[in-house]
């Protein structure tokens, strides 16, 4: 069983601060998936990284796959209220068709 | 569009009985999943489709059956339920790509909350 595991589970930030959320694991991915679900939704896709050292950007939010493919980050610049709710990464081995998810990290912005 | 939809979205059982919830999806998806959702733990997926007629257990498939017989609904059954199984259920589905990248998105419902007292 390939584990991905995200840090930290809670984070409470004031508007207008920065934030960073890791996922990491000791297996490979062919590629890693970012979630945003807010309470009494599912999860809905942000990006997805597939290539060792990609970073994409997505307005204020800036992510990024390990060299080795083994973790990510996700980094929020000048956080609002609305970037408020649980992200998930999502990791996808390189056979099979499975994606295995992380425990999540719930974000709180504060105005 | 409806995407992905999940009945029914509250449940409460008691321990012993039975239930099948349902995931419709309208886009044409070849891949289906259900996970299960608890505090602090993530999604963990307990058995997934890759095509009409296909099944396969994914982490957490004890206690659970599935059923794919139409590849718009992708059933979940619980033949005798257990305390252990209370959680939120999220269906998703994504489609098979023709070409890389071979990663794509998943779709998901909207939950289905079951109390099992």
């Known amino acids: 069983t390939q584990l991905l595991e995200q840090s930290p589970q809670f984070l409470s930030i004031q508007e207008g601060e920065n934030l960073t959320v890791y996922c990491n694991s000791s297996s490979v991915f062919s590629s890693l998936q970012w979630y945003r679900q807010e309470p009494g939704e599912g999860p809905v896709l942000l990006v997805t990284?597939?290539?060792?050292?990609e970073v994409k950007k997505l307005k204020r939010l800036t992510f990024q796959f390990g060299d080795a493919r083994k973790d990510s980050s996700l980094h929020i610049t000048a956080a609002q209220p609305g970037d408020t709710g649980l992200y998930l990464c999502?990791?996808?081995?390189?056979?099979?068709?499975?994606?295995?998810f992380g425990g999540g990290t719930r974000v709180l912005v504060k105005p | 569009n409806a995407g992905v939809t999940q009945t029914p979205k509250f449940r409460v059982l008691k321990t012993g009985q039975s239930m099948t919830l349902l995931c419709a999806q309208d886009m044409n998806h070849e891949y289906m999943y259900w996970y299960r959702q608890d505090p602090g733990m993530g999604l963990r997926l307990i058995h997934y489709?890759?095509?009409?007629?296909?099944?396969a257990k994914g982490e957490v498939p004890d206690g659970y059956n599935v059923s794919r017989l139409k590849k718009q609904n992708f059933l979940l059954g619980l033949e005798s339920a257990a305390p252990s199984q209370t959680s939120v259920y999220f269906c998703a589905s994504s489609y098979r790509p023709a070409a890389p990248p071979w990663d794509t998105e998943a779709f998901f419902g909207q939950g289905t909350r079951l109390t099992v007292v």
């Open positions: 489709s890759v095509g009409e007629g296909t099944t």
């Open positions: 999502a990791g996808k081995a390189a056979a099979g068709n499975k994606l295995t």
């Open positions: 990284v597939v290539t060792g050292g």
